[in-house]
């Protein structure tokens, strides 16, 4: 009797978009340049993936892990100019293929509204929030609601979140961050020496350059890090643009306790044409808020990014982040 010989079977390609078939953006306002199709693709073995828009000529998706945007394997991030989107509906063909040329392909409708203007002041209070993305704009990584808050499910490289518009020129941003733990601060990808959480203002999106998605993340007004030490016990602010701007004090000395909420606060305001302020500060919940800024970051430069959303970061941390309040601040 002869021997019946079978091989395994292949395993099927699957294209998991992480916040659904159907998106929406610019419904309250225009945080950044870019929008964002976030997802990730199986198995291992996966050869290409590739999207086409309206129809479009098809253009090579990058997959992760790739030491910045994209955090594991097959971990995509579809980088749509907002030029290049119809205001409406938009179709995202994404096709997904193999080794053995066996292929998928799946569909994202893209509705675009480019008319809107992102209200000031602003709130989010996530305990009524439906979706993620109907109050902020996800720029990278997988995120989930949680009680109270929004966490992210895979730390690595900045973890973003925008929120707000491009006419948004003098604000303040309140948050709340509760650490749950985080990558030690090593040189290198992807912490290259630093794990924290941030605020970031004035948000133009992500600057052109040849990778895909983009990685040059400024010009912008500026970021300001709470940055994690490996002991805890010696974390501090740091507030800089990625060119211009850097002002960091090694004297400060913040304790930090992990699955302890915190308060974090981020001020930007233009005192004249070239002068440019940022001030950020952090507390234990159940304290009251400090008077004075833990940090003072002036910028004296011609070359100011003058307007922009708000961003929210965790690179290298796994946080929860709480509700969100945005005030506009007066000319001084």
């Known amino acids: 009797m002869g021997i019946k010989c079978t091989s395994a079977p292949e395993t099927a390609i699957q294209i998991q978009v992480w916040y659904g078939s159907e998106q929406h953006f610019g419904q309250r306002g225009i945080p950044q340049r870019w929008v964002n199709i976030l997802g990730n693709v199986l198995p291992d073995t996966l050869a290409t993936l590739r999207y086409s828009l ?6 090579l998706v990058s997959l992760g892990e790739d030491g910045r945007r994209l955090a594991r394997t097959g971990d995509f991030n579809v980088e749509l100019h907002l030029d290049s989107l119809l205001v409406g509906k938009n179709e995202l063909t994404l096709v997904a293929e193999s080794n053995e040329g066996a292929e998928v392909k799946q569909t994202v409708n893209v509705y675009v509204r480019k008319q809107q203007s992102w209200a000031l002041p602003y709130a989010v209070n996530w305990d009524t929030v439906q979706h993620i993305a109907d109050v902020v704009q996800i720029v990278d990584g997988h995120w989930a609601q949680v009680p109270g808050g929004v966490r992210t499910l895979a730390p690595y490289y900045d973890r973003v979140l925008a929120f707000g518009d491009t006419s948004w020129h003098n604000y303040e941003v309140s ?24 605020i970031a203002t004035r948000w133009p999106g992500h600057d052109a350059d040849a990778e895909q998605p983009h990685v040059k993340w400024y010009p912008l007004g500026a970021t300001a890090e709470f940055r994690l030490t490996d002991g805890l016990d010696s974390c501090r602010w740091r507030v800089f643009d990625g ?3 850097y002002v960091e004090d090694s004297s400060q000395h913040f304790s930090i306790t992990l699955g302890t909420q915190y308060h974090m606060k981020h001020r930007v305001r233009t005192l004249h044409d070239s002068l440019t302020r940022y001030q950020v500060k952090l507390w234990e919940d159940g304290l009251p808020e400090p008077a004075t800024w833990d940090l ?15 961003l929210l970061l965790a690179h290298n941390t796994d946080v929860t982040f709480g509700p969100i309040s945005v005030i506009p601040l007066p000319h001084e």
Do not use: R
């Not at 709340?176 to 992807?190: D, K």
């Open 175 to 198: 948050t709340s961050v509760i650490f749950h733990g985080f990558a030690s601060p090593l040189p290198g990808p992807p912490t290259y020496g630093v794990s924290h959480a941030a």
């Open 54 to 59: 309206n129809g479009g000529f098809p253009q």
């Open 296 to 310: 003072v970051a002036d910028e004296n430069s011609t070359k100011n990014i003058s307007s922009g959303s708000a």
């Open 243 to 245: 060119e211009h701007l």
